[in-house]
């Protein structure tokens, strides 16, 4: 299935990894938002516990009411990363093949390391956002191992070492 989701002509990846930037660092700034407010929310339902009044209820309750406001946020900041990410890994391919389509070797070196961004984001610190497998589907949705099969073909004719592109493709691939 290839809905072309991601079939903007003329963006550019690093178009595509700025946005990555900017819905990332929201993320973590609601996540540090979310603590501050588990840690108050900790409290007033330890003060409710010891004494239960109407006020202090209500300090629970909006404790609770603000968490969930936030909580709301993430998904489609999470969205938004991994739908920005699959859109940088499709034009970063689709550029790579071209130049080797076109024995273009400089730009088919630079192609592969803008995949370098694309591999840190995928990977960095899953103990905060687990992007992987979401990120996986949503590359096979849009038919990206295909052309990274036809990616891996023509790096392998044309003889290029290709690092980055061996992590993409061991990210997506999931092996």
Same mark, same amino acid.
């Given at each position: ?36 407010? @588990? /840690? +108050? ?7 409710? !516990?010891? %004494?239960?009044?109407?006020? *202090? &209820? ?53 192609? @592969? /390391? +803008? ?7 995928? !990977?960095? %610190?899953?103990?905060?956002? *687990? &992007? ?44």
């Amino acid at each position: 299935m290839n809905n072309n989701t991601f079939d903007q002509t003329g963006t550019n990846v690093y178009t595509y990894i700025s946005q990555v930037q900017s819905a990332y660092s929201r993320f973590l700034q609601i996540k540090t938002q979310l603590r501050f407010i @588990e /840690n +108050t929310f900790n409290v007033a339902n330890d003060t409710f !516990e010891k %004494n239960p009044t109407l006020q *202090n &209820l209500g300090i629970l309750q909006n404790a609770w009411n603000q968490k969930y406001n936030f909580m709301q946020q993430l998904p489609s900041i999470v969205d938004s990363i991994v739908i920005n990410l699959v859109g940088a890994t499709k034009n970063a391919l689709s550029s790579m093949q071209f130049c080797l389509m076109n024995n273009n070797r400089m730009g088919a070196i630079l192609s @592969e /390391n +803008t995949m370098a961004s694309i591999c840190t984001y995928t !990977e960095q %610190n899953n103990s905060q956002l *687990n &992007l992987l497998s979401y990120y996986r589907q949503l590359c096979i949705n849009e038919g990206i191992p295909m052309q990274i099969s036809d990616v891996e073909m023509r790096a392998r004719m044309s003889g290029i070492l290709t690092p980055n592109f061996d992590r993409l493709k061991m990210i997506i691939r999931g092996y």
